[in-house]
């Protein structure tokens, strides 16, 4: 999983059927920089959610294959809202 | 697999119930001079890994899934193994 920080979220008005009540949100992933620098982020990418998180929020984002684990039904989700980070703990070496 | 350095980790109140109880720790992959390569990744640690150790991350997820017991589980990435310090190349 990869950290993100959640920016907004997306709204469909016509979308494939195995979406049902789906709630996406505007994450940016944290890459090898973030953690010192606290504007440096990858390219956003779009997170299925089930979790509720808020805008700000640090997010652990799953992605790939395993992202569309958690639905009983096939559907198509590579990005995955896997858990609402509380906070991270991480020393300067 | 990569190579990675367990950086820290993260504590998660509301998360997917496969995760609950485990260690989720910050590794981040280097490359073989020890240089960061690519996004900290958070891993599950079934091992008992400490901070600043040089593990063996493996990105298989049914691999995460058994360590869970959760076919469910959307958990990828795992640490599979600590390299030992004494007979490391150059990480």
């Keep these: ?93 | 697999m990569r190579t990675a350095r367990i950086e820290g980790h993260v504590t998660a109140t509301v998360k997917h119930p496969s995760l609950s109880g485990w260690r989720l720790l910050i590794a981040q992959p280097v490359e073989s001079t020890g240089r960061p390569d690519g996004p900290p990744q958070i891993v599950l640690d079934p091992l008992g890994t400490a901070i600043g150790q040089n593990v063996l991350i493996s990105s298989d997820g049914s691999e995460a899934r058994k360590i869970l017991n959760d076919e469910s589980s959307p958990a990828r990435w795992s640490v599979i193994g600590i390299i030992d310090p004494e007979r490391a190349l150059a990480l």
């Excluded at chain 1, 016509?14 to 620098?37: C, I, K, Q």
């Excluded at chain 1, 805008?55 to 989700?77: D, H, M």
Aim: with cysteine; hydrophobic share 40%.
């Design chain 1, 1 to 93: 999983m990869r950290l993100a920080t959640v920016i907004g979220t997306v709204t469909l008005s016509v979308r494939t059927p195995s979406y049902v009540g789906e709630r996406l949100l505007l994450a940016l992933p944290w890459n090898a920089s973030s953690f010192s620098d606290s504007t440096s982020f990858d390219p956003s990418i779009v997170v299925y959610d089930q979790l509720g998180a808020g805008r700000g929020q640090v997010i652990a984002i799953s992605e790939g294959r395993e992202a569309a684990c958690p639905f009983p039904s096939p559907t198509p989700v590579d990005a995955y809202c896997a858990a609402l980070v509380d906070e991270w703990f991480r020393p300067e070496s």
